[in-house]
């Protein structure tokens, strides 16, 4: 149950609040994914590559996932509050903070492997 903009309240429809907890569970599934990459990159795979970019690399993953994995919970929160009162979502800047990281980290594995 929220308020929403009336001053009534509104029960929230189940299948919005399980979308969010998807949501949500989705954003964990990929920080979990980008810190095995960067323990891949970090500890496990024999790359041939200097120092400097296996740490960057597994360091900008580990960065990643960390700030994903703070982000999840306060995101569903929001959204939840948000969807209870009945207002419009926001936008959120998380994927395409994600997008450039992840295009950022390519860019400097094929950097490495070319050059």
């Known amino acids: 149950m ?5 001053g009534k309240d509104t029960p929230v429809d ?20 980008l810190l095995a990459g ?6 496990l795979l024999p790359l041939d590559w200097n120092e400097a970019q296996r740490t960057t690399v597994g360091l900008t993953l580990t960065v990643l996932a960390g700030v994903i994995t ?5 995101r569903w929160y929001r959204v939840q509050k948000i969807m209870s009162r009945g207002e419009p979502l926001r936008m959120s800047a998380l994927p395409i903070v994600t997008t450039v990281a992840v295009f950022a980290v390519c860019a400097v594995i094929l950097w490495g492997n070319l050059w």
């Open 2 to 6: 929220g308020t929403n903009a009336s």
């Open 14 to 33: 189940y299948r919005f609040t399980l979308a969010n907890e998807r949501t949500f569970l989705a954003w964990l599934r990929t920080a979990l994914a």
């Open 38 to 43: 960067a323990v891949a990159v970090l500890h």
């Open 70 to 74: 703070a982000y999840a919970p306060l």
